[in-house]
């Protein structure tokens, strides 16, 4: 069993930055891989970043080359570095544990991004 707490939201401007934590509590957390995926209103969630348990990561291509996941696997923390944000990434971002059949979801951190 994991446990994911989701924080590090807020408002900001555009070509503003923020960084989201995802603290992970449980068991083999370092095998896991973790992910962001976030929903805005009357969307389907969406992938945006993933990074396994060896560290290779994967973006979807509407944040590449602005959002950064990394791992720290002593901490069991993951955090997505976002830059240059656009009103169109406003949505509540979870993060996501995924290790064979588990699948874990923390409670989501609201980003919005106005002026």
């Known amino acids: 069993q994991v446990q994911l707490v989701d924080s590090g939201g807020g408002l900001v401007q555009p070509g503003g930055s923020l960084r989201l934590s995802c603290a992970a509590s449980?068991?083999?957390?370092?095998?896991?891989?973790m992910g962001w995926y976030r929903q805005a209103p009357g969307k389907q969630r969406e992938l945006v970043a993933t990074?396994?348990?060896?560290?290779?990561?994967n973006y979807v291509d509407s944040v590449s080359g602005r959002f950064t996941i990394s791992r720290d696997n002593v901490k069991k923390t993951v955090y997505l570095q976002m830059n240059s944000l656009k009103p169109e990434d406003t949505a509540l971002y979870y993060c996501?544990?995924?290790?064979?059949?588990?699948?874990?979801w923390g409670q989501g951190t609201q980003v919005t991004v106005s002026s």
């Open positions: 996501n544990a995924q290790w064979g059949i588990n699948n874990y």
């Open positions: 449980g068991s083999f957390v370092s095998f896991y891989t």
């Open positions: 990074i396994s348990s060896g560290g290779s990561v």
